[in-house]
């Protein structure tokens, strides 16, 4: 059984950083692509960021460009994202999802950004 756990969340500042992990089990974690999405209240699910099953490529929602950064660690079967300069609407539930067989999500978790 796939088996997302984001953690990592938080109340921030603006300005200020925080660094989400996604822990994986269940499937042959290097084989498959990672992405991060979040969801505000009252919008969509909107994609943050991607990464490729061996990290080599990756891509990025506009809005996040220049300050999110995703990595991933496939012996520690993790998938990180690193969001810097973080701003109040950058504020949602942040959830790491892969396509094995059909999407799979984690729980979510909740990331805050105010003064």
């Known amino acids: 059984q796939v088996q997302l756990v984001e953690s990592g969340g938080g109340l921030v500042q603006p300005g200020g950083s925080l660094r989400l992990s996604c822990a994986a089990s269940?499937?042959?974690?290097?084989?498959?692509?990672m992405s991060w999405y979040r969801q505000a209240p009252g919008k969509e699910h909107e994609l943050v960021a991607g990464?490729?099953?061996?990290?080599?490529?990756?891509n990025y929602a506009d809005s996040v460009k220049g300050r999110f950064t995703i990595s991933r660690d496939n012996v520690k079967r993790t998938v990180y994202l690193q969001m810097n300069s973080l701003k109040p609407e950058d504020t949602a539930v942040y959830s790491c999802?892969?396509?094995?067989?059909?999407?799979?999500w984690g729980q979510g978790t909740q990331v805050t950004v105010s003064s």
């Open positions: 999802m892969t396509w094995v067989g059909r999407q799979w």
């Open positions: 269940g499937f042959t974690f290097s084989m498959y692509a």
């Open positions: 990464i490729s099953n061996t990290g080599s490529s990756t």
